[in-house]
């Protein structure tokens, strides 16, 4: 098939919703599909690179505790409509798909399949709660829903309700398997490390107050910090106002780099709250045991005293307790680091693609079912997968309170209507 992955987050500019498009982009064509990335610019990046299609401007702003994307352009219904023409997808593969506006242009004027992967977790949300009331005629231009987790499955059907399909995010086992530590930082002291955007919703001041509570009871041991954002000059404050010793910042650091730093760590704490935490994967895929915040979104991926020890969010006592407990039992750090590396491989990039492939399939089926497949779809329509006798309808209602599976129906309002 030719499929479209729309990104509203500038592409590649670090972040996880990025990360994802990229692995599966790479994985579907290793799957013999014909893949193009659709996103906007953002600086001085030129208007088309190889299979990455730009459309509008992307400028920050503000969002959920983080920083999200808003597309611009004073030509954007021209350029969509002339873009699709020329490129005929199969399939469009939205990933957060109500992010103003290139999604929602692209989903407005798409006459291919319409799947949308839904990353977001949060509690009550003001831009959801409106959103739900104008957006529900883009809700039904969905033929098919997947969330990333439970707890994000939970948060969208909220406001979108309908039938989703739970596939995880997924992790390059072998970049982090194949790792080697970072010398420079194997000196005897033992190394914490936090990963991930300086802002509220990434907990970084909590590590922070947790790695006080640990140097002010003696513990022989440095955080090592990767990231930026708009905490980072408080997060620096903090340090030299208390005095903190063996904080070290790092910044933003290459994929490669990354993958060792988590072979380097001894505990790599999670602080966060969000609706999976692709760092969970990184760490367990390099062996670094883990100590994450007891939140549904990382439930779904580490589970409790396997991999990790998890701890009430923003208690920065409890987490210097977990922090200290792994670093003083090496024999239960190893443990939970082999229970890691064997929970990673469920989540490999190739196992990930795979699910996403036969829910592309499952949702064509559906279509072609119904009579209902879009004018640019011209794709053979993807036999089946499952064993000889197994209904896909099925399948889409029964596969598990944690799946949550199935597909809008074509031209049908789902549940939203």
Known sequence: MKIGLVSPYVYPLPGGVTQHVRYLYENL???????????????????????IIRIGKGFSVPANGSMGTVTLSPQFISQVREMLDRERFDLL?????????????????????????????????PAYEFGSRVLRGYARRLHGRIAVSAAARHFIDRFFPGDYRVIPNGVDVHRFRRAVPVARWQDGTRNILFVGRFEPRKGVLDILKAYRILRMTGCDCRLLLVGGGPQEREARRYVLTRRLRGVEFLGRVSDDEKAELFKTADVYPATGRESFGIVLLEAMA??????????????????????????????SK???????????????????????????????????????????????????????????????VPASSRAPGVD???????????????????????RDG
């Open 29 to 51: 064509r290793e799957r013999g599909h014909d893949v193009r990335i659709l996103t906007s610019s953002h600086g001085l990046q030129r208007a088309s690179q190889g299979d």
């Open 93 to 125: 593969h939205f990933h957060e798909p109500f992010v103003p506006f290139l999604s929602l242009v692209l989903l407005r004027e798409s006459q291919s399949v319409n799947v949308a992967t839904f990353h977001a977790y949060a509690g009550f949300s």
């Open 318 to 380: 409890e987490i210097a307790a977990a922090i200290a407990t792994l670093l003083n039992d090496r024999e239960r750090a190893a443990a939970m680091s082999a229970a890691g590396l064997a929970r990673a491989e469920e989540f490999s990039w190739e196992r990930v693609t795979a699910k996403v492939d036969d829910y592309y399939g499952f949702v064509i089926r559906r279509l072609a079912a119904q009579g209902a497949l879009p004018a640019h779809f011209t794709a053979p």
């Open 286 to 315: 390099a062996g670094a045991p883990i100590v994450a915040s007891d939140i549904h979104g990382y439930k779904g991926v580490v589970r409790r005293d396997r991999e990790a020890l998890l701890t009430p969010p923003r208690r």
């Open 392 to 414: 896909d309808d099925r399948v889409g209602s029964e596969a598990g309170a944690e799946a949550g599976t199935g597909a809008v129906t074509a031209g049908g309002p789902g």
